[in-house]
């Protein structure tokens, strides 16, 4: 049944003319990613993963999917990567040290940006006004899609 949802919605909207797209998918090998590789004529991929350890075992078994599949993995983000505390302005790994540099030279790919937590972006969706955020966290991976063209 999601498989068919996630098709129709590809087949049944009008997108119009647009130079990106991104699909947020469930982290993972599941249905979902298994059907948008399947149905979607897709440029590439760019992975997300957070510092737990664990995540990284997710990561792995997505990235051989999409190679399997001749998905080209662009490259690997990570979010909830640290928090700025806006008192001390120091770096707090609440999930621990990241592992990203590692998951990305085991599978020959390149990290495009590290995603901090911010609550002012939550209390922004909370409100119903995500959109209202002005941040510059998401530069480097729209410098990273600039230089890709």
Request: glycine share 8%; hydrophobic share 40%.
């Amino acid at each position: 049944m999601i498989a068919e949802t996630v098709k129709q919605f590809w087949t049944d909207v009008r997108w119009g003319e647009i130079d990106y797209m991104f699909i947020d998918m469930p982290p993972g090998t599941g249905d979902v990613p298994l059907t948008v590789f399947q149905s979607i004529a897709i440029d590439g991929i760019i992975v997300v993963t957070s510092p737990q350890e664990l995540v990284g075992m997710i990561v792995d078994k997505a990235v051989k999917m999409a190679k399997r599949m001749n998905i080209p993995i662009l490259g690997i983000v990570e979010n909830l990567s640290y928090f700025k505390c806006s008192d001390c302005d120091r770096e707090h790994y609440i999930f621990g040290k990241s592992h990203i540099e590692e998951i990305a030279k085991g599978h020959e790919i390149p990290v495009v940006c590290k995603l901090p937590i911010d609550p002012r972006i939550a209390q922004r969706c909370d409100g119903g006004r995500a959109e209202a955020w002005q941040g510059d966290w998401l530069s480097d991976m729209v410098e990273f899609l600039e230089n890709m063209k």
